[in-house]
């Protein structure tokens, strides 16, 4: 399989020159660059020499093709050896993102034996004697496992899990910097759906929860639902529900700006994958009772077989008028566009057919089911899935926060009252006074989201009945230090 990626995003990039002094001046290069689009940013002299001169300039960019054209540009000037190009982000990938570190130095032998042998062996022993105590004395209590097969990487297909452990190790990082959770990067050379199941549950030992993350659509459903049932730690395809979470949270606010009631509101989610389904999951149980599904072949219809089960659980459970036909035909009088597909499948005309203040989250990455200029002039509310326009629908919003939660109160699962919890949670960090058609969803910066999350989490999990920690027991480190040491002394 041929994989196309599609990236875009400003970076910057150090090209290295040998310079022949006597056949070409910087002011040369420096117009070649500007002629060829690039921005010159820096310049340093790296080794001078009386003939030449080896100079590392660092141009600003718009993406990697431009970056190619440039040095194509400067390569062309008599006189230049280009010695190396490197690019910011390549660079900040070097030996991975992430490192582990310990909590404490090992200084001396006393200290060398509490960490290891011989003192180890009381807390391996304490905890043989009752697993329940890994919670406490060992990495678990705030430890998840960001696992993938490397099948459906953000926009890039299926790539393997060697090129999937750039996205997972950026995971890990948003994990630890917005929640203080370590998580893993653990990818697997496998796709077979048995298999993952069972080397998930072989690891679970280690870890308080798992990410499921980029496992494509249908492997991914069961994966997640046997892993569910089959281990006692909170499980979550990050992918369906992260993005769930964070859409609801920003129609909740949506319809408040277009004054709607969101249960009474037609909605057509267009891309019938694992995305879309856990999207309409969520609308469902937010009390929406008109949701239309479209994929390629057009809408589903109640009634009708489909090969795929959870298509035959959409269509049971969507779509309550039987309506039926392309994009097109079914949008007439919606209120409300989701697009969890492709690029440019949602026209000017379909929007004009939506009901008045019409709401489109218009999802797909990096382009968008119409772009944002088209669309704004007739739509009153709207969302992308991208960074560089407002509204953006990130997941990072939901997961840190969530994760931070059922860790906290030792969750055995993720509810759906947890989750509905989480996207009310979300949309309460833009206040009545802050709210507006450009700002319905907070920044994934806002320092309050992932508090907001967290507590909004435990709350719903003590009333879903799945923590597993008493309240008393959220007490700050000194105490828990001191009842360790009543317990082991």
């Given at each position: 399989m041929t994989v196309k990626a599609n990236v875009s995003g400003g970076t910057s990039i150090i090209i290295r020159l040998e310079i022949a002094k006597d056949v070409v001046t910087f002011g040369q290069i420096a117009t070649a660059i500007g002629d060829a689009g690039g921005d010159v940013i820096a310049i340093d002299v790296a080794k001078s020499g009386k003939a030449t001169t080896i100079r590392d300039i660092?141009?600003?960019?718009?993406?990697?093709?431009?970056?190619?054209?440039?040095?194509?540009?400067?390569?062309?000037?008599?006189?230049?050896?280009?010695?190396?190009?490197?690019?910011?982000?390549?660079?900040?990938?070097?030996?991975?993102?992430?490192?582990?570190?310990?909590?404490?130095?090992?200084?001396?032998?006393?200290?060398?034996?509490?960490?290891?042998?011989?003192?180890?062996?009381?807390?391996?022993?304490?905890?043989?004697?009752?697993?329940?105590?890994?919670?406490?004395?060992?990495?678990?209590?705030?430890?998840?496992?960001?696992?993938?097969?490397?099948?459906?990487?953000?926009?890039?297909?299926?790539?393997?899990?060697?090129?999937?452990?750039?996205?997972?190790?950026?995971?890990?990082?948003?994990?630890?910097?917005?929640?203080?959770?370590?998580?893993?990067?653990?990818?697997?050379?496998?796709?077979?759906?048995?298999?993952?199941?069972?080397?998930?549950?072989?690891?679970?030992?280690?870890?308080?929860?798992?990410?499921?993350?980029?496992?494509?659509?249908?492997?991914?459903?069961?994966?997640?639902?046997?892993?569910?049932?089959?281990?006692?730690?909170?499980?979550?395809?990050d992918d369906q529900h992260g993005t769930a979470v964070v859409l609801l949270a920003g129609l909740l606010n949506a319809v408040k700006v277009v004054k709607k009631e969101l249960g009474r509101c037609k909605v057509v989610v267009c891309g019938i994958g694992a995305a879309g389904i856990a999207c309409t999951k969520m609308l469902l149980a937010a009390g929406v009772t008109n949701v239309i599904g479209v994929d390629r072949q057009g809408a589903i219809v109640r009634g009708q077989n489909y090969d795929n089960p959870a298509w035959q659980w959409f269509a049971e459970h969507t779509n309550p008028e039987g309506r039926s036909g392309a994009l097109s035909e079914v949008i007439s009088g919606a209120d409300i566009f989701i697009g969890l597909s492709g690029p440019k499948v949602l026209s000017v005309g379909d929007v004009q057919n939506m009901a008045s203040d019409p709401i489109v989250f218009a999802m797909a990455n990096p382009t968008p089911e119409i772009p944002p200029e088209e669309a704004e002039p007739y739509v009153r509310v709207m969302a992308t899935g991208r960074s560089d326009y407002p509204n953006q629908i990130n997941n990072v919003l939901c997961f840190p926060g969530l994760f931070r939660g059922v860790l906290d109160c030792r969750a055995s699962r993720i509810t759906e009252e947890m989750k509905l919890a989480a996207a009310s949670a979300i949309a309460s960090v833009v206040t009545e006074e802050e709210l507006n058609e450009s700002y319905i969803i907070p920044s994934v910066f806002n320092q309050h989201v992932v508090e907001k999350v967290r507590e909004a989490v435990i709350a719903a999990a003590y009333q879903s009945g799945v923590a597993r920690r008493s309240l008393s027991q959220e007490t700050t480190n000194e105490a828990a230090e001191a009842r360790l040491q009543e317990e082991f002394a």
């Open positions: 660092t141009v600003h960019v718009s993406d990697h093709k431009h970056s190619d054209s440039i040095v194509s540009a400067v390569k062309k000037l008599a006189g230049i050896k280009v010695l190396h190009v490197s690019d910011q982000t390549f660079l900040i990938h070097l030996g991975g993102k992430i490192e582990m570190v310990p909590k404490m130095p090992i200084k001396n032998r006393e200290d060398l034996s509490r960490v290891y042998t011989p003192g180890v062996a009381r807390v391996c022993m304490a905890i043989h004697e009752d697993p329940r105590k890994a919670h406490s004395l060992t990495i678990k209590r705030n430890t998840v496992a960001v696992v993938s097969d490397g099948s459906a990487v953000l926009g890039l297909g299926n790539i393997g899990p060697e090129a999937a452990m750039p996205v997972m190790e950026g995971k890990a990082m948003l994990f630890k910097q917005l929640a203080g959770v370590d998580a893993f990067p653990i990818c697997l050379n496998t796709q077979s759906t048995e298999e993952i199941i069972q080397i998930v549950k072989a690891l679970a030992p280690t870890f308080g929860g798992i990410n499921l993350e980029d496992i494509s659509s249908p492997r991914c459903f069961e994966i997640e639902n046997r892993l569910i049932e089959e281990l006692d730690i909170p499980v979550f395809h």
